[in-house]
């Protein structure tokens, strides 16, 4: 793959290791698979300045640093356990940077209901062809894989698809997570005459089409914000003009970049060999003596996702990937 696809993975990548099955190994990087909403209004001030959200104790009336902010698990109404990061790290399942593909399913056989993210796993290192022979010989099968998995100090159970050649990683709501019928209080259901599931069946024939129109998953209430934005954007009312270094940082920052788009372009160059990601990048800075709350703050600033739920040594690593 070419380095400079092998780096913009690498930096997008939630994870990196290998997926595992038999003898097989395919190294993998994860990738996000949904975009964000495109729309997204935020609160401002009067004068245009973005608001911070900042945590208030009501009980002193006053602003709580990040420093102060502790967790706690709350096992009666008003009535918490505190639980502290060390205790949390304590009982994080153990690093592994392994998909090990034990089990395989028809794909029909897992539910939707137990859909929860999707990601794209995407190849890495010199090699393409275990990863395209596990994608097309699943797809093939219409088999989906089963596994856990640990990212960010947090077990995860996923289900791995093939689409068209490129494996997708799911991950799943545990059973715990889905509600039953009984538990959201549905009414007892009445019985219903064949006459009457008849007619049902003829209506929904009816109105049953061969695949599903693009433009009936097209986000409409989005688009409609964007046609008003759009409008007043054109007349000029209710806009705040941005200052001249947010102008800049926005032309530089601006570019959208498809990665399937990355990710197909990568795949036709099989065979290429890329170099180590940042290997040309020159000296990493050292951030082995920064707190874990310095590091989170640099890493807002980078706006790097998922910076939340790392650790400090990942939160290092994100910070040096992003140079």
């Known amino acids: 793959m070419p380095e400079k ?46 608001l911070e959200r900042r945590y208030v104790c009501p009980a002193e009336d006053r602003f709580v640093s990040r420093e102060e902010i502790v967790r706690g698990y709350e096992v009666e109404k008003g009535s918490f356990v505190v639980v502290s990061d060390e205790e949390l790290e304590s009982l994080a ?36 062809k275990p990863y395209r022979l596990l994608a097309e010989t699943m797809e093939r099968t219409g088999r989906a894989g089963v596994a856990t998995f640990v990212m960010r ?55 049953t089409v061969r695949e599903i129109d693009e433009k009936d998953l097209a986000d409409a209430d989005a688009d409609r914000i964007l046609a008003l934005v759009e409008k007043k ?24 970049i498809d990665l399937m788009e990355v990710l197909k372009r990568s795949m036709e160059e099989e065979g290429s060999s890329a170099e180590s990601a940042g290997g040309k990048a020159g000296r990493k800075p050292d951030l082995s003596s920064r707190t874990k ?3 989170y703050e640099q890493a807002r600033r980078l706006d790097i996702p998922g910076r939340s739920d790392m650790d400090k040594d990942e939160l290092v690593r994100a910070i040096q990937e992003r140079g």
């Open 5 to 50: 696809h092998e780096d913009l993975l690498r930096r997008r990548a939630f994870w990196s290791g290998t997926v595992t099955f038999g003898l097989v190994s395919v190294p993998v990087a994860l990738l996000p698979g949904n975009r964000a909403r495109k729309v997204s209004l935020q609160m401002l001030a009067p004068d245009g300045t973005p």
């Open 153 to 207: 100090s947090r077990e995860y159970l996923v289900a791995i698809l093939a689409e068209e050649g490129i494996l997708r990683a799911v991950t799943l709501r545990f059973r715990e997570e889905i509600r039953s019928p009984d538990e959201a209080g549905l009414p007892e259901t009445e019985a219903v005459s064949d006459a009457d599931l008849s007619a049902m069946e003829e209506a929904i024939q009816e109105a």
């Open 233 to 256: 954007m054109q007349s000029g009312r209710d806009v705040i003009p941005l200052p001249e270094s947010a102008e800049e940082e926005e032309e530089e920052t601006g570019k959208v």
């Open 93 to 128: 399942p153990e690093r592994s940077r392994e998909i090990d593909l034990q089990r395989f399913v028809p794909r029909e056989q897992i539910s939707p209901f137990f859909f929860d993210r999707s990601y794209l796993l995407v190849p890495t290192g010199d090699t393409r």
């Open 293 to 295: 709350k310095e590091l």
